[in-house]
Nanobody, 126 residues
Framework: QVHLVESGGGLVQTGGSLGLSCALS????????MGWFRQAPGRGRELVTA????????YYTDSVKGRFSISRDNAKNTVYLQMERLKPEDTAIYYC???????????????????WGQGTPVTVSS
């Protein structure tokens, strides 16, 4: 059974930086496109960023372009999210997710991802 475990959330001031990690166990990491979603209080879950199995293709939602960076280390079965110049509107629970498939579109266009992490909170104070 595949498990995703996130780490790295916390409290940071506006303009600060924070890094998240998500480790996959119980499966073949390179079989999955990976991504990060977030859910702010009172709002729906939003796709933030995604990366294909090899790390050669990425996607970012407009609000984080130029500030967030997704990467993966296939030797460590881990995907990372580096967040810079954080804003209060970035405050949310951040979830890691995995979708079996070779193409980034498999993840972005999917209506049902295969696995989810438990979420890690990110709070940006103003």
């Amino acid at each position: 059974q595949v498990h995703l475990v996130e780490s790295g959330g916390g409290l940071v001031q506006t303009g600060g930086s924070l890094g998240l990690s998500c480790a996959l166990s119980g499966g073949t990491f390179t079989s999955y496109s990976m991504g990060w979603f977030r859910q702010a209080p009172g709002r729906g879950r939003e796709l933030v960023t995604a990366i294909n199995w090899s790390g050669t293709h990425t996607y970012y939602t407009d609000s984080v372009k130029g500030r967030f960076s997704i990467s993966r280390d296939n030797a460590k079965n881990t995907v990372y999210l580096q967040m810079e110049r954080l804003k209060p509107e970035d405050t949310a629970i951040y979830y890691c997710a995995a979708k079996n498939g070779l193409f980034l579109s498999d993840f972005i266009q999917s209506s049902s991802l295969d696995y989810w992490g438990q979420g890690t909170p990110v709070t940006v104070s103003s």
